[in-house]
């Protein structure tokens, strides 16, 4: 079945560093793929999506490209604030999948100033 | 616009009780989904509604169930609770029944304890 893979957290940087939170899936077909965020004690929200090969999905200064050579969607940003710090969830959504989002495991993230 | 919303917000249960957890979609959205998010993890797809009828369900016991009303709202029932039924309930609601294209908007949640 379609599954998700993100890198292990936590990730730990400091301030205006720059971020890369790795993402892979394994689907049949050509899924939409999306960048969640949540954040302590919230409910999830949608940071950007993409939804065919090669598109970018940017917001608040993150972007994720849709590799389909690679099945690849890894998230980046080039200079986090302290503010950024949340948990990332990596999300796919098939056509074939019950109509379900399947998500990877999160990865928590941690700015210090 | 308000958002989607659920309630309550947070609930105490004792093991073999039944509890009702309410969501209200984004005005014009039909499609509202259900997901349980045990502390630390990924959500967990429990249902999907799309015009009042079910249109997927997840790898869940039969003591969940759900359903959505003519205003698309939509009610998640769990009976005979057991304590790994603690957890956070998300409620997502779709433009449309699918969510390819705009994904989903979801709740803050309902955090279910139960004792």
């Known amino acids: ?113 | 616009d308000a958002g989607v919303t659920q309630s309550p917000t947070h609930l105490i249960k004792t093991r073999g009780q039944h509890v009702t957890l309410r969501c209200s979609p984004i005005s014009g959205h039909k499609s509202v989904s259900w997901y349980q998010q045990v502390l630390g993890q990924g959500p967990q797809f429990i249902f999907q509604y799309y015009e009042k009828e079910e249109r997927g369900r997840g790898n869940f016991p039969d003591r969940f169930s759900a359903r959505q009303f003519p205003n698309y709202s939509s009610e998640l029932n769990v009976n005979a609770l057991l304590l790994g039924d603690s957890a956070l309930y998300l409620c997502a609601s779709s433009r449309e029944g699918q969510g390819l294209n705009y994904g989903y908007t979801f709740g803050s949640g309902t955090r279910l304890t139960v004792v």
Request: hydrophobic fraction near 35%; proline fraction near 4%; glycine fraction near 8%.
């Open chain 1, 1 to 113: 079945g379609d599954s998700v893979t993100q890198m292990e957290g936590p990730v730990t940087l400091s301030e205006e560093a720059f971020l890369t939170i790795n993402c892979t899936y394994t689907a049949t077909g050509y899924p939409s793929l999306f960048w969640y965020v949540q954040y302590p004690g919230e409910g999830l929200q949608l940071l950007l999506k993409a939804t065919k090969a090669d598109d970018k999905g940017s917001n608040k200064g993150f972007e994720a490209t849709y590799r389909k050579e690679t099945t690849s969607f890894h998230l980046e940003k080039g200079s986090v604030q302290v503010s950024d710090s949340a948990v990332y969830f990596c999300a796919l959504f098939n056509m074939d999948s019950n109509y379900q989002l399947i998500w990877g495991a999160g990865t928590k993230l941690i700015i210090k100033p």
